[in-house]
């Protein structure tokens, strides 16, 4: 348990760092990044992940209580080499990444302080920690962080049952293909630590004028995610058998 918090806060972390920072770096004023636009943003988080799977490769780098849903409903018999999947195990999955998205988005934070000092929009403060929809529509948010999260968890599962041996790489293309196609309209979580994590940040951290953490949206990059990553693990059990 002690080597599933040590991995998965680092490696969420690392995540978290990242993409948090390359929002940042876009839409926050006076950087260097801004206005670097979508693709860039959908790279940043991509080479996250990238960063954040080989930190937490010894806890088979869940960083995602998605994907440790999703393999839960697999009935996978372990979360990675040598942890077997038990109650205790998934609760220690599911605290790390929380408290290492929650970190990562502090680091980011203090990366861009002097730039958030200076912001005032609120809705953009907010949109570097936390994902927001461009349409709020919460049952149709639900669906697209659900659909989005389905994809994310089935081909991550499908990735270990093929002999690729390309390491993080396929999942890192994965997540950057997700944000090019299904992210627009709710900025794609698929993700309840990436997002539950930056959000509660911006809740207590000490940033000028940042206004409201829009709690009354933040159960939807919960359970979306969630949902798809559950609903994958089941339609893996077909895939896979077969």
């Known amino acids: 348990m002690g080597e599933i918090f040590l991995y998965e806060i680092a490696g969420t972390a690392v995540l978290t760092l990242l993409g948090v920072g390359v929002v940042a770096n876009v839409i926050i004023g006076k950087t260097k990044g801004f206005g670097g636009g979508w693709l860039l943003i959908n790279v940043g988080w991509a080479l996250g992940v990238f960063c954040g799977v080989y930190v937490a490769f010894k806890t088979g780098a869940h960083i995602n209580p998605a994907v440790t849903f999703g393999l839960l409903a697999s009935g996978a018999a372990e979360y990675a080499p040598g942890i077997p999947v038990t109650f205790g195990n998934t609760i220690a999955y599911l605290l790390a990444q929380l408290i290492g998205a929650f970190i990562g988005a502090v680091l980011a934070w203090m990366t861009y302080k002097k730039h958030y000092d200076q912001e005032q929009d609120q809705a953009l403060i907010l949109g570097t920690?936390?994902?927001?929809?461009?349409?709020?529509?919460?049952?149709?948010?639900?669906?697209?962080?659900?659909?989005?999260?389905?994809?994310?968890?089935?081909?991550?599962?499908?990735?270990?049952?093929?002999?690729?041996?390309?390491?993080p790489l396929p999942v890192t293309l994965l997540v950057l293909a997700i944000g090019a196609s299904l992210g627009g309209p709710t900025g794609y979580a698929i993700n309840p630590a990436r997002d539950l994590g930056p959000r509660l940040a911006h809740a207590v951290l000490p940033i000028p004028g940042k206004?409201?953490?829009?709690?009354?949206?933040?159960?939807?990059p919960i359970a979306g995610p969630i949902v798809g990553g559950v609903l994958a693990g089941l339609v893996s059990t077909v895939l896979v058998a077969n």
């Open 129 to 167: 920690f936390a994902t927001g929809p461009e349409i709020r529509s919460y049952g149709w948010n639900f669906v697209t962080e659900a659909i989005a999260t389905f994809v994310l968890v089935l081909v991550i599962i499908m990735f270990g049952s093929t002999p690729t041996e390309l390491g």
């Open 211 to 220: 206004g409201g953490s829009d709690w009354a949206y933040s159960w939807v």
